[in-house]
Structure formats: C-alpha cells, structure tokens
Nanobody
Framework: QVQLVESGGGLVQAGGSLRLSCAASGRTASMRGMGWFRQAPGKEREAVAAINWNGSTTRYADSVKGRFTISRDNVKNTLYLQMNSLKPEDTGVYYC?????????????????WGQGTQVTVSA
C-alpha cells in the first residue's frame, strides 16, 4: 500500500514558479514509477510528467517541456515538480500518482495510487 500527499500549490502570477512536492509512504514507495497529472475545470485529467523508479528516465507533456522538471529523492520518499514560466493554462488541480511497477508511464489507467491533489492557479 502507498499513500501520497501533495503540497506546494498556490496562486502565482504568469511567469512565476512553484515547486510541488509529493510525500510517499509505504515500504515499496521508492521502487515505483511515479507521475504528475493535472485536471483543469471541465477537462479530463492529463499527464504532465513521469519518472521511473530511480530517476534515470523522465518524460513530459509537450505543453510543459522546457518549463517543468520532475525529480525524486528516494531517501526522503518524495517526488517533486518544479514549474517555471507558469502560464494561465497551467491552472488546475495537480495530482501525484504511483505505479505498481518501476517504469515510467503516461497512461493514467496504469496508476493505482493517487494523492488528494493540490490546487495551482496562475493569474494572467
């Protein structure tokens, strides 16, 4: 079993930065692929970034490439999402999620564990 708790969301002006954190608990948390997803009002949840169990493989949605960085600290069992040059279209609830396996994935349905989400609002 894995529990995930996100933090770091908030209100920021366009062009600003935020760093999201996701604290994972559970004996095998550090051995799982993980990802960040977001959901804007009235839209489906979408993948933002994903990382494999040791951080050697990452992938990003085209909309955030060059602006967002996913990373993890397996000693602290924490996943991060550094978000720079934020745009109003980045607004939404951001969720971290963990896979059952070690690889990275953009397939939302592959993730069995989800956090409660943290709100990110980017004003124009």
């Amino acid at each position: 079993q894995v529990q995930l708790v996100e933090s770091g969301g908030g209100l920021v002006q366009a062009g600003g930065s935020l760093r999201l954190s996701c604290a994972a608990s559970g004996r095998t948390a550090s051995m799982r692929g993980m990802g960040w997803f977001r959901q804007a009002p009235g839209k489906e949840r979408e993948a933002v970034a994903a990382i494999n169990w040791n951080g050697s493989t990452t992938r990003y949605a085209d909309s955030v490439k060059g602006r967002f960085t996913i990373s993890r600290d397996n000693v602290k069992n924490t996943l991060y999402l550094q978000m720079n040059s934020l745009k109003p279209e980045d607004t939404g609830v951001y969720y971290c999620a963990a896979l059952s396996g070690t690889a990275s994935s953009f397939d939302l349905n592959s993730y069995g564990y989800w956090g409660q989400g943290t709100q990110v609002t980017v004003s124009a």
